[in-house]
């Protein structure tokens, strides 16, 4: 059976991409093997690992269980995209700081899910942990932080400098 | 303070003598040299290297644990658009006989265990190779496999010798009588589960020919014996061979020795005359990629009425494959921690319808620590005493196994300075009594132990001629932060300042270097490296006036004969875990609340770095004492749960308080760093001070992990509230 | 995975009419977490994808009575971020925050939440027998892994659970799904949206190939404000649930009476399990722990364990009994 390619354009980090996609693609491997943006990563393909972690139009998600030809039109933040040129993003350089990573392989994902969590906490989300639900402002201690983060694994056990840079970062 | 060093005292006489200026690079915390890469996206892993028309190979997994396949019909496969090769054991090239079995890919219709790689489909992308691989029918003839581990099983037998190569049974003294003239005795078995390393990035490689020069792109623990091996399999001329990890997404242990996902791509890159990229995916690394061997331990301990051992034995039982003998070290630990005139060892395994086990983590001490230090704490609780105080009575002068004498042995201090961390004193040893609303509270305490192994390698040194040093080695940075030691210790060798030097890894054209792995990465590398920058400093100094010519000046060293040369000693590191748990009484979850380690591993390098390796093997012990279990089914005989929603590693949320602290310690028997390996050591004693502490809030000892809920929604405060 | 068409659909008909057009292997695609990632195991294999997440669909309206209507394409996340959702059913937003993990609530739907299919091992691997996924094959769990299977309504051809923690509070606050399909729209009350496997556990509910929910209706339930969900799993966070529990409890300040009770249970069935029993002894009984207990004890009476799996019963007494316990003291 031939493969069903479509024509879809969509916005990787500030820079249009217009391509032609095997329906089957995901959106990590439309990123990691069409468009030489490796720093999403696969570790599990499954949703399971949170390390292909994006921004789609601003919000995290897991590109491995996104399909390409369903984000027409989106805008893609990857890692890659996070520094403004020379100059690392802030969350950037706290997990420097923090050595907020080891191997370094789940870090691109921790950090759009972390630039996603700062932001998911500024506009008042609340998590699991979250003891007033009810509350307009949730403030970022140790704990929620912990929460809102659990959805990337880190295998090296870095999750104290990960805490602590976005931390760092909730704080500014 | 570099005056002071331990340098100046190593035995490996051969290193030049000359003291270079003080730089005061290692002790430093440095950030990574390779943190601004890894934050950016622009460390590139294995599979990301993409050479011009890469083709995209899958691996098809056997669906029998045991038998041979009878038929392979590739035709529906083939049919798929871009496939451009169906390989299996009938059309795959033939390969050169190599020891590690598992490497013997598409080789032969055997089948040894469920999960084993048996075709492989090569296509112009991705989705072209998966859709192929699902339409490979394979035609088995099935044979009643055994893949269920059990300590009476009649097949169990006891190996030469244990990973690497020490004896499998150890006797000393009488160890019955030593059992039978005990004021308190303890007989207890305990268990771990399988458990596999589940390394972030899963294993690849990118394989790329020209002509016969073979270059693989591939994540791993050591490039220079991945390339020995694949040149090996290949029948190759190793200079015409290369292999190259810059950055390697975590490995702990598994990628220390070559997978079939190696030799496959670079097959399969034969066949198609094109590059192929090849991943494991994350299911099939539940089968292909190792790990660590299911234990049954039986601990037997023998105390007189002040707590003096008078017997310790630790009996084995532990499986492994048909295809590979891997027998796990687990008793080895308990050969030296504790003194007594009593004490036998010995390991017994049985070769099952499963993968090959392999090293994950501390091998061997891992999962011993587990056993032993359980039996100690059910010990300490026997005769009344602290667990602390305990161990302090059985500290022993000298190696009891060897009778060498201990480089350093630490455990007392770190006890101590763990106690007073943690907040020990004043302990009720009183299990189920301390309440905290609905949840029960308790402390626990285990002793954790890594043994100093060093290897010979190979460095070079090179001034350039522009400015600066380039230091090459053929190590791995797996996270480690070895490439961050390495340039510091390199310039402290060089008395030259971190931003001077720029350090070269991860690559086999490189200076031959072992395998980062049992924690003999830095004392490895850096022994080579302190010898190579030292020759360079004093040629470049004596012969030179300290002006780089114009050519640059290179030295290189080789430490195989230092390695060889160093007095026998017992060379370990010990550390003290301490652990306070919080258990639900309606539910039986476990919140690991405080975990507290003090180690004795000799000069820290980086301390940055080195508490980022010390608080990640403690999270994985905690992982492990909590939630972490390869679950097998005898039905299929494949591990059940392979995916990482179905094999819980710990999560963010699962880490409270951890906290890594180290003692002062100075070892001159070491190395010229005077450092321990400490990538091992934090798992170590990790999942007993957790077990330890569980008893302690509840009352119930649990001996088979992990520590499930299951296990706890029984307990009962003791008050009867 | 197969090649396979993919369509954008305008609109409800547009979608329903564009799923007709293809096999009975045809899928509406939603936040595809769940069927994105059953197509790369080879679990589904659609020849044909209907992107049914821009139809305008994706709003949290007010009912009448206090009641919401959610879109059946608000994001998991989106839902419980909303104002409303948080203060008129607390159960809710704790179930949805429960669940997974925050990148996947971003794509996670409404629908798709409901209709995601059972993380079950053995359904998940297609190279062994499972009577849900190839129909007939047969039920390893049985006799294999089946810690966290089911404890209640299983049959001898399925022990699997339904893996929502939302779909859990929808089923404890009767929660209607509204449903458009080729005959035109219905509405279906949970808990009745999902089915126990009896002999035919190839099917989870009780749509027909071709209905597209396109909404989810919460009844008004003032006293809902006092409600809560409870999870109990084997990490901290971003697993699947052991049990959890879904409830709310309206007491009468004055006697200390339970008035009316809401009471679910996720983890132990194949369906949200709705404690209808446990409801019954509630209601008119002192809210204290022994009405608690008792019935709890009412509704786990039904509880059929595997070899594995008694810890279960346990479990969902005692958090049923602490839940309700919270909630008449709160």
Known sequence: ?172 | MMAATPAAATPAAATPAAAPPATGAIGVPLARIEAREKVTGAARYAYEHQPDEVAYATAVPATIARGRISALDAAAAMEVPGVLAVLWHATAPRLQPVADGELAVLQSGRVAYRGQFVALVVAETLEAAREAERLVAIGYEPEEHDSLLREDHPGLYAPETVNPSFPAATSDGDVEAGLRAAAVAIDKTYRTPALHNNAMEPHATVALWDGDDLTCWDSNQGAPAHRATLAQVFGLDPARVRVISPHVGGGFGSKGSPRPQLVLAALAARVVARPVKLAVTRRQMWAVTGYRTPTIQRLRLGADAEGRLTAIAHDVVEQTSTVREFAEQTAVATRMMYAAPNRSTSHRLVALDVPTPSWMRAPGECPGMFALESAVDELAIAAGIDPIELRVRNEPEVDPHSGHRFSSRGLIACLREGAERFGWAGRDPAPGVRREGCRLVGTGVAASTYPVYRRGAQAFARAEPGGGFTVGVGAADIGTGARTALTQIAADALGAGVDEVRVELGDSALPRAPVAGGSAGTASWGTAVVKACRALRERLDGEHGGVVPPDGLRADADSEQDVADQEPMARHAFGAQFAEVKVDLDTGETEVSRLLGVFGVGRIVNPRTARSQLVGGMTMGMGMALLEESVLDPQFGDYVNHDLAGYHVACNADVRDIQAHWIDEEDPHLNPMGSKGIGEIGIVGTAAAIANAVHHATGIRVRELPIRLDDLLWAEAADGS | MRPFAYEAAADADGAVAALARGTAAARYLGGGTNLVDLMRLGVEQPELLVDVTRLAHGAIEPLDGGGLRIGAEVRNSDCAADRAVRERFPVLAQALLAGASGQLRNLATTAGNLLQRTRCAYFQDVSKPCNKRAVGSGCPAIEGDHRNLAILGHSEACVATHPSDMAVALAALGARVVVRGPGGERTIAMPGLHRLPGDEPERDTVLEHGDLITAVEVPGLPWATRSRYRKVRDRASFAFAVVSVAAALDVDEAGGTVRDARLALGGVAHVPWRALAAEDALRGAPATRESFEAAAEAELAAAEPLRDNAFKVSLAHNLIVRTLLELAGA
């Open chain 1, 1 to 172: 059976m031939q493969p069903v390619m479509t024509e879809i354009a969509l916005t990787v980090n500030g820079r249009e991409a217009r391509l032609a996609v095997d329906t089957r693609t995901s959106l990590l491997d439309l990123l990691r093997e069409h468009l030489d943006l490796a720093g999403a990563k696969k570790g599990c393909d499954h949703g399971q690992c949170g390390s292909c972690t994006v921004l789609v139009d601003g919000r995290r998600a897991n590109a491995c269980l996104a399909l390409a030809v369903a984000h027409q039109g989106a805008e893609i933040t990857t890692v890659e995209g996070l520094a403004g040129g020379e100059e690392l993003h802030p969350l950037q350089q706290s997990f420097v700081d923090h050595d907020a990573f080891q191997c370094g392989y789940c870090t691109p994902g921790q950090l759009c899910s972390g630039v996603a969590a700062l932001a998911e906490a500024r506009a008042g989300w609340p998590s699991a942990v979250t003891a007033d639900l009810a509350a307009d402002a949730v403030a970022l201690d140790a704990a929620e932080i912990r929460e809102r983060m659990s959805g990337n694994i880190c295998r090296c056990g870095a999750y104290p400098g990960i805490v602590a840079a976005v931390a760092e970062q909730a704080a500014r």
